[in-house]
């Protein structure tokens, strides 16, 4: 046997044991055989590109069969849900939308459902509000998906499939950013509605985008579903099945690919989902063959709510009427994509002392929530992403804990990998869509 530089030389009473160096090997090691085995025990990550920079994976190989796998998170660090502490109300949609960073609009909206649940002004959002949140997330959807199609492609060697996604998931980071001034990070969903209006190029955009994307997803289908290498290293491949999926937790794509039709758009309906015509795509066989056909599916469906939205969107306001709670949705996308207005700016700073007033305390202090705890869920394109809101009465946050699942899905990296090849843990992992920004929030 072989090791790394850093793996140390271990003498027993039986023969040599080759571990990586870390007293949080010596349990991992005591269980090897080493007159009866062949048996090494590796770091993947956190250092590797398919563990995405920051994921360890502990895996104890026979040959090429993996004995035993166990995943360490936490090298990202990024502590956003101790800084909301510090931070008013209205500034946590500026902290949680750095979480899961590609999909930073499901971020920002369950702390904003959360926060207007403890005001008590859930059915106060308005329908354009709550349209264009839809519309939003639903493309922020898609790009997901489409990043993960792209990287996973990479990580199996399909690398033509890199370009192809991430060259659609610009188009909408350009909608977003016509939109909300920015590409990732928007803060553009706030407690009471959203931080200003969609301008009419974007819907122009948007149109576009739908009448191109079809050709796109054909084009997906064309280079990898009929290509003997993808469809081996896909079918049968990082199996996990329904009563593995719930036993876990396991939501989102995965769950879906295993056969059960757990949607909260469906279950338990949000923003209006449960007016909005859509499938929930399912699979029966529970792999990764299975969680990329869902995936495509979800594209889709995606598309379908986008142009219903698209729709739906009737002229109005975009923040709730309270002016103690409304952020000052008047600003607009200026010339240099910063929302300063200059038409809302004199108003404020120039014939209306009570605005300006308002507008000051908005952005130092922001608003008091009422005493109490909420959770809400929503369905982000990795599974159910619940917000547990607490508040003692003040103008900060007491605590705000994500259910995120992200971390919660990596609990059946394990499942999936015991057993089979190490090449196939990169194809489970990568199945599993995890992004550590959401994991080691």
Known sequence: MTTSNYATERETEEGRVFTVTGGDWD??????????DERIIVNMGPQHPSTHGVLRLILELEGETVREARSVVGYLHTGIEK???????????????RM????????ETAYALAVEKLLGITDDITERATTIRVLMMELNRISSHLVWLATTGMELGAISIMLYGFRER?????????????RMNHAYVRPGGVAQDVP???????????????????????????QPIWIERTKNVAVLDVTGCVALGITGPVLRSAGLAWDLRKTMPYCGYETYEFDVPTHPDGDVWGR???RLAEIRESMKLVEQALDRLRPGPVMVADRKIAWPAQLAIGVDGMGNSLEHVAKIMGQSMESLIHHFKLVTEGFRVPPGQVYVGIESPRGELGVHAVSDGGTRPYRVHYREPSFVN????????E??????????????????????R
């Open 27 to 36: 349990t991992v090691v005591s269980g090897t055989d080493p007159i009866n």
């Open 83 to 97: 800084n909301l502490e510090y931070r008013n109300w209205i500034q946590g949609s500026t902290f949680v939308t």
């Open 100 to 107: 899961d960073y590609l999909a930073p609009l499901f971020n």
């Open 170 to 182: 610009e188009y909408i980071l350009d909608i977003f950013e016509t939109i909300t001034g920015l």
């Open 200 to 226: 009419d190029a974007a819907i122009v955009k948007i149109r576009d985008f739908l009448k191109m994307m079809p050709k796109k997803l054909k084009e997906y289908e064309d280079l990898l579903s009929g």
């Open 292 to 294: 990329y056909q869902v």
């Open 410 to 417: 990596l609990q059946a990296l394990p499942a999936m990998a």
């Open 419 to 440: 057993g089979g090849l190490i090449a196939d843990v990169i194809a489970g992992g990568a199945s599993l869509d995890p992004v550590m920004g959401g994991c080691d």
